[in-house]
């Protein structure tokens, strides 16, 4: 067993860096879960993404509130220091929460890729064939990864000995644990470039403006941030077999686990919040318009209101609407029956009192085309 080193500054603290992260980017999660819940819960779509996504927050504020304890006890100092002040037993009493808080933080950076699986198949067209393959791909990183908790926590016997030292007993040699996390990270992140790569191929060929193709392509494609993360968390897995500072020196695995775990939840949720930025704007947009009436934006027809006002030709779900080249699906919808749609903007002025049968009806009739009147 590794001697713990003791030429090290007893003053030495990571303590402030551990709390900022957990609960910074906890926060950022919990915000943006509940703003997704929020989504769908207004439009009554609440759906099985929802359910895991949700699970995921939950084990994330578990093993932040684990990491945050142990911090209280010793975690980010030098364990020299914590020794030499608190004796043998707070050493292991902070390993124990330490390391406690890794099968919460392991699930909840596996439970969102199948929150993202569910949502894909939700999005795009009818597949049987690729929605097999993203739920068993998911499926297996989600075991891969609760295996790997089995691995922490038997790879010592007794199991206290992972975290006492003081304790008697035989452990495997680190090289089974730093092998297995490694084959998991790769697999993690191999799961999660397919998570991204499979909509932003279906998306961009849509037949769809650039800007709104580009944004929706970004959103669906943000587990490749997740990706980026696991592989360099990869880099510290090392670390938790450390023995010589183990309280110190696994600060950087920690902080990375962190980040991950929050940074997959939120790619999970960014591409189902469309409706919620698409009505904040929207009402910006309409705020902007009060100064300006004559600007017709989308599917209105709208005239100045002293005017005569042209008989409007109904919301844009009662359009003439043509289907895209390739069959796709809102993403904030768990309805896989609606789909995202090619649409044609129109706007009708009328800035001249003009009888309703007559100028205004010609106008209507020159402007619109012919296959969207109403027939009246």
């Not at 926060?27 to 943006?32: D, K, V, Y």
């Not at 010793?74 to 929460?97: D, F, M, N």
């Not at 990706?227 to 968390?233: R, Y």
Request: charged share 15%.
């Amino acid at each position: 067993m590794s001697t713990i080193i003791t030429d090290v500054n007893f003053n030495e603290t990571k303590a402030k860096e551990i709390n900022v992260c957990a609960w910074v980017f906890t926060g950022i999660a919990i915000g943006t879960v509940f703003l997704k819940l929020t989504t769908r819960a207004h439009v009554k779509k609440l759906g099985w993404d929802d359910f895991f996504i949700f699970l995921s927050l939950a084990l994330s504020i578990i093993a932040a509130a684990f990491v945050s304890y142990s911090v209280t006890l010793g975690l980010g100092r030098h364990t020299a220091a914590v020794i030499a002040e608190h004796g043998q037993e707070r050493l292991a009493l902070t390993a124990y929460w330490q390391i406690l808080g890794y099968p919460f933080n392991i699930g909840s950076f596996s439970f969102p890729n199948i929150s993202i699986a569910i949502l894909i198949s939700n999005l795009l067209d009818r597949n049987p064939w690729r929605t097999g393959c993203l739920y068993t791909m998911t499926t297996l990183q989600v075991l891969f990864a609760l295996i790997s908790v089995f691995v922490i926590f038997f790879q010592c016997t007794p199991t206290a000995a992972l975290w006492d030292p003081s304790v008697k007993g035989t452990c495997w040699s680190p090289k089974v644990f730093n092998d297995y996390s490694y084959w998991v990270s790769a697999y993690t992140t191999f799961t999660d470039i397919v998570l991204a790569v499979v909509p932003i191929r279906a998306f961009w060929n849509l037949q769809m403006r650039f800007s709104t193709k580009l944004g929706i392509c970004i959103m669906m494609g943000l587990t490749l941030l997740s990706a980026i993360v696991t592989v360099v968390k990869a880099t510290y897995l090392h670390l938790f077999t450390d023995r010589t500072d183990p309280l110190f020196n696994v600060v950087p695995l920690v902080l990375w686990g962190l980040v991950e775990q929050n940074v997959v939840i939120v790619a999970a949720c960014i591409p189902t919040l469309r409706p919620f930025f698409r009505k904040t704007f929207e009402s910006k947009a309409s705020h902007s318009e009060t100064g300006n009436p004559s600007s017709g934006v989308g599917f209105k027809l709208s005239s100045n209101p002293s005017h005569s006002a042209v008989k409007p030709i109904g919301s844009e779900s009662e359009l003439p609407l043509e289907r895209s080249k390739r069959q796709a699906f809102d993403v904030e919808s768990n309805n896989s029956q609606q789909g995202i749609w090619q649409t044609q903007e129109i706007s009708v002025e009328s800035d001249e009192e003009t009888d309703l049968e007559g100028g205004q009806r010609r106008k209507y009739q020159e402007v619109v085309p012919a296959n969207l009147h109403s027939g009246k």
